[in-house]
């Protein structure tokens, strides 16, 4: 966590250093896209990989871009 001007600022993109090749994106500091080597993490919870799962990657996506564009100042 960041602060500036002593207010905490979760990052809203964060690389996971504790698991290798991962990459984690937060919002509002609720993981919520995990991209690992074994497959797409949504809110914590394995995508299946099945013909639906790019569709699930990127709703999940998309309401993280959103939630960002909506809380940033």
Known sequence: ?????????????????????????????VEMLKVTEDGFYVRGKKVPADDNEAEAVYKAFKQFLVHHALTRN
């Open 1 to 29: 966590m960041f602060t500036i001007l002593d207010q905490p600022i979760n990052p809203v993109l964060s690389v996971s250093g504790s698991e290798k090749n991962a990459i984690t994106m937060f919002g509002g500091g």
